[in-house]
């Protein structure tokens, strides 16, 4: 796994489009000095706008970034994901991942792109993979991961399912 420095954050920003239009100079220039002061910090919440980003480091770079329905502006694939339902952006992460995601328990993991939701989904007892939707406990809680590599755990393997939703 190569680690992303500062000198990678503007790639990393350009994969989210809309977080390089919603995130400022000002903000820009904090995540890059966050990620040079925090080389040996696993996780860092950073405070931008009234509202955190999540940051993950490995191996001394910043290895992923979490934002949640707060930052409402996010986009991916050119679509506002918080604002629109949760099964169209499991369709278009879909799509961009050329193939069915994985899924357990609330998460979607979407490997060839390198992308997990949380809360946009939901997996039953029997397997079934199901669209969150507003009125789900969780609904509020929604996440997007954008990371270096996708997220494997080799002893977690087991426990997510595929499905497709188109």
Known sequence: MKPVGA?????????????????SEDDIAALRQAIGEQEDVDRQNLEMNETAVLLEYRSGGLDG????????????????????AASDVLRICQRANGGPGRYRSNEAAFDNIAVSLYAFSQVSERGE?????????????RSLTLRCEPYMPADELDQFVSASFE
Do not use: C, G, K, W
Request: net charge negative; hydrophobic share 50%.
């Open 65 to 84: 970034v979490t934002v949640e329905a707060r930052h409402i502006e996010t986009q991916f694939a050119n679509a506002r994901i918080f604002s629109m």
């Open 129 to 141: 993979v199901q669209a969150a939707t507003r009125n789900d406990r969780d609904f509020r809680a």
């Open 7 to 23: 000198a990678d954050l503007d790639a990393m920003l350009r994969d989210l489009p809309a977080m390089a239009e919603y995130v």
